[in-house]
């Protein structure tokens, strides 16, 4: 059975997962985590792809990015990544072989109705996994620095992150208060089973609009609807 292509499309953003090989793990130590960190804002200013979220945990890595018109940049990102962290953890642990699973999963985002959901998502990944009881404990992801607690001095803001309100307290607040609040099971299964299939995260509209973008025919076809609990973040 042929490999489903994946869909990237310029100024769109995407949520991706890459898993370790097997599933084990591909971060041992805090300096495997920072090492990946440092890889991540190194090539994203080099090849202008934006990073909006993240989550290292320890056998997968969860990213939000957008690429600009050229959408190899993607795929030479998670080259990058994927070789130099493979070169870095083997040559700690006087191994070799691989670290990574071939192909990373990818999924394009309706930015309007579920970006902030997805970076929800990816955010809430360690509570999920029962490692922490609150986002703001797992020193790994992109949240911390998206409700004003630490600077990365790299992390990008969308657009609709930067709509929750008109100074960066505002939105940070406003954003904490949205994570806070429980995904439904509805939105949670939609943006997990949109990933693992490398469809889109959106509704039917936006699946019409990127088979134009794109010329390519998008068989499956989740009815997603955006969240009630969006409208509450921007009150």
């Known amino acids: 059975m042929p490999r489903r292509a994946r869909i990237i499309v310029p100024n769109v953003p995407h949520h991706i997962v890459q898993r370790g090989h097997n599933r084990d793990a591909v971060f041992s130590g805090e300096d ?24 290292l945990m320890t056998n997968h890595v969860h990213l939000v990015l957008e690429p600009e018109e050229d959408t190899s940049t993607v795929s030479l990102l998670m080259k990058q990544l994927a070789a130099r962290q493979t070169r870095w953890v083997n040559k700690q642990m006087g191994r070799s072989g691989s670290l990574w699973e071939g ?13 902030l959901q997805c970076c929800r998502y990816v ?29 990365t001095g790299w992390l990008d803001y969308e657009l609709t992150y930067l709509a929750l309100g008109k100074s960066f307290a505002e939105r940070q607040a406003r954003y904490e208060k949205f994570v806070d609040v429980h995904a439904d099971a509805s939105e949670t299964d939609l943006i997990h089973n949109a990933l693992n299939a490398n469809q889109l995260t959106g509704d039917a509209a936006f699946v019409d609009e990127i088979e134009k973008l794109s010329g390519m025919r998008i068989e499956a076809r989740s009815r997603g609807r955006p969240a009630a609990k969006l409208a509450l973040a921007a009150k």
């Open 32 to 55: 495997d985590f920072r090492y990946y960190l440092d890889n991540l804002r190194k090539w994203k200013l080099e090849l202008g792809v934006k990073v909006y979220s993240y989550c």
């Open 123 to 151: 955010e809430r990944n360690p509570v999920k996994a029962s490692m922490v009881n609150h986002p703001g404990q797992y020193p790994w992801s992109s949240y911390r620095a998206r409700i004003g607690k630490e600077s």
């Open 103 to 115: 192909r990373f999963k990818c999924s394009p985002i309706q930015e309007e109705s579920y970006l």
